[in-house]
Structures are given as C-alpha cells and as structure tokens.
C-alpha cells in the first residue's frame, strides 16, 4: 500500500541507500600517494630535478647537441611547456569543479534536512517528535562525515548514518501508511530528499581526477624538465629550479583540492553546522 501511495502522490520510488561499509572501503582506496599532497610536492619535485640534471649529464656526457641543433630544440621547449601547462590547467580546471560540486551538496543536504523537518508538521504528533529528533541526530552524523579523517570514525559514521536512515524511512513510510494523504506525501517526498542527497554527497567524494590524467601528466612533466636541461645552456643552478618547483607546486595544488579528506583546502559543512544551531535552539 505504501509503495503504490509513494508512486501515485510522488511519481518517486524508496529510495535505494548505499552499502553499509563504503566509507571504509573508500578510505582504504583514498590511502596513496595522491591523497598526500606535501609528499606528492616532494617526490614530483625531487623526480623532476633529477630529470633536469639527467637532460645536463646527457648532453655533456653521452650526446652533446650537433651544432645547428640549438635550433630546433629551442621551438621543441616552448611547445612542449606550452602543452604542460595545457594539461595542468584542465586537471586544475576538473578538480575545482569537484571541489564546487562538494561545496554545493553539502548546501544542498542542509537544505534538504531543514525542508524535511519543516515538513514533519504534517506528519502525527508521535511521528514528527520522532522524525525532528531522528533529524537533529542525523545532522550531528553528516557534520561528521565532513570533519572526520580517521578510518574507524567514519566507518562507525556510516553505520550510524545507515541505521538513522532506516529508522527515519520507517516512521514515514508508517505514517503513510496509517494516513494514505497527499499531504503526508510532502513528508514521504522531504524525506527521499534527505536520503538521496546524502547519496549524491557521497558520489561527488568517490569521483576524483583518473589516474590516467595524473599519469599522463606526470610524464609529460618528467619529459618537459628532462627536455630543458638537455636542451638548454646551463647558467645557473637557480634557473634549472624554477621549472622543476613551479609544476611540483601545481601537482601539490591539485592533489589537494582534488583530496576531499587528507588535503589542506577542505569542505567545511558550515550549512550543516548552522542548521544544526539552529534546531539546537529552543
């Protein structure tokens, strides 16, 4: 009866809810070296000064430059750093749409939660007591999802999260069941909302730059600055550095915005935080 009152008011179905251990399996796949963006810093710029003193040790030692060759490897530089800096900017450009779409789950959860709880006024007395207190536990649980970075908290938050889900779906799904209305509908529909865009949170942190981008990337890196010290006139320490340190730095920066977890520039659930104040306040 439920299921065919949800589809005749909603148009929508029950809403499917993810696996109960993806928190913990996700941080296990998170724990490498993109997830650590002060050792991606270190081991990119060291690797790629490496490549650079190579590039200087096989020109003066295994094969100098022919003479009229300085020409052809001084158009080869340029269009080389030029298609780096191609590839660092669309990386760039991926992840910080990410890191906007997390932003904007996590508005679009608060509001989804302050709307259901709105919306618990049609419900019975005993159910929207209940449904307004399952909620305000509910957020304390999401708040934690963004704060967390220890691998048995957030495993403890996801079981957590499951079971307030289950027990939130329950009281709706019994209240429509006693009061088959369109209005006890808004309630049903508020509360799809709420689990489904937990379910949308969770996919925009599961979805990062492919490894196959950090590969390619990394490579044309290596062979940029391998490119530059052999093809270029050694003056000074200094200058053979620069190119070597600014691409570790945008590598650094990329990891870290692409690292919803372990980075330095992080989601703060301040939509979150404030709703959670503000049902907090008598």
Same mark, same amino acid.
């Given at each position: 009866?439920?299921?065919?009152?949800?589809?005749?008011?909603?148009?929508?179905?029950?809403?499917?809810?993810?696996?109960?251990?993806?928190?913990?399996?996700?941080?296990?796949?998170?724990?490498?070296?993109?997830?650590?963006?002060?050792?991606?810093?270190?081991?990119?710029?060291?690797?790629?000064?490496?490549?650079?003193?190579?590039?200087?040790?096989?020109?003066?030692?295994?094969?100098?430059?022919? &003479?009229? &060759?300085?020409?052809?490897?001084?158009?080869?530089?340029?269009?080389?750093?030029?298609?780096?800096?191609?590839?660092?900017?669309?990386?760039?450009?991926?992840?910080?749409?990410?890191?906007?779409?997390?932003?904007?789950? &996590?508005?679009?959860?608060?509001?989804?939660?302050?709307?259901?709880?709105?919306?618990?006024?049609?419900?019975?007395?005993?159910?929207?007591?209940?449904?307004?207190?399952?909620?305000?536990?509910?957020?304390?649980?999401?708040?934690?999802?963004?704060?967390?970075?220890?691998?048995?908290?957030?495993?403890?938050?996801?079981?957590?999260?499951?079971?307030?889900?289950? &027990?939130?779906?329950?009281?709706?799904?019994?209240?429509?069941?006693?009061?088959?209305?369109?209005?006890?509908?808004?309630?049903?529909?508020?509360?799809?909302?709420?689990?489904?865009?937990?379910?949308?949170?969770?996919?925009?942190?599961?979805?990062?730059?492919?490894?196959?981008?950090?590969?390619?990337?990394?490579?044309?890196?290596?062979?940029?600055?391998?490119?530059?010290?052999?093809?270029?006139?050694?003056?000074?320490?200094?200058?053979?550095?620069?190119?070597?340190?600014?691409?570790?730095?945008?590598?650094?920066?990329?990891?870290?915005?692409?690292?919803?977890?372990?980075?330095?520039?992080?989601?703060?659930?301040?939509?979150?935080?404030?709703?959670?104040?503000?049902?907090?306040?008598?």
């Amino acid at each position: 009866m439920t299921a065919s009152f949800n589809q005749r008011c909603l148009g929508q179905q029950e809403p499917r809810r993810p696996p109960a251990e993806r928190l913990l399996s996700e941080d296990f796949d998170m724990r490498n070296l993109l997830d650590f963006p002060l050792l991606v810093f270190a081991f990119s710029l060291a690797s790629m000064w490496l490549a650079t003193e190579f590039g200087v040790f096989i020109r003066k030692r295994v094969v100098p430059l022919a &003479e009229g &060759e300085q020409q052809d490897f001084d158009i080869v530089i340029p269009g080389t750093l030029t298609l780096l800096g191609l590839i660092i900017g669309f990386s760039f450009s991926v992840v910080t749409g990410r890191y906007d779409q997390r932003k904007n789950y &996590e508005e679009a959860e608060a509001n989804a939660i302050g709307t259901e709880y709105l919306r618990a006024d049609v419900l019975a007395t005993p159910d929207a007591t209940k449904v307004r207190g399952l909620l305000k536990k509910y957020i304390d649980q999401r708040v934690l999802f963004y704060q967390s970075r220890d691998v048995q908290t957030l495993a403890k938050v996801d079981r957590d999260t499951a079971e307030l889900q289950n &027990e939130l779906w329950s009281v709706v799904r019994t209240a429509s069941a006693a009061d088959p209305t369109c209005v006890v509908a808004l309630a049903v529909s508020g509360m799809n909302d709420v689990l489904n865009s937990q379910g949308y949170t969770q996919a925009a942190w599961w979805y990062r730059l492919p490894t196959a981008a950090w590969d390619l990337m990394y490579a044309i890196a290596l062979f940029s600055t391998w490119l530059v010290g052999y093809g270029s006139h050694r003056k000074t320490m200094a200058g053979f550095q620069v190119l070597p340190l600014v691409v570790s730095i945008s590598f650094f920066l990329i990891a870290d915005i692409d690292s919803p977890r372990r980075g330095f520039i992080l989601v703060v659930p301040q939509n979150l935080i404030s709703l959670s104040h503000s049902l907090q306040s008598p």
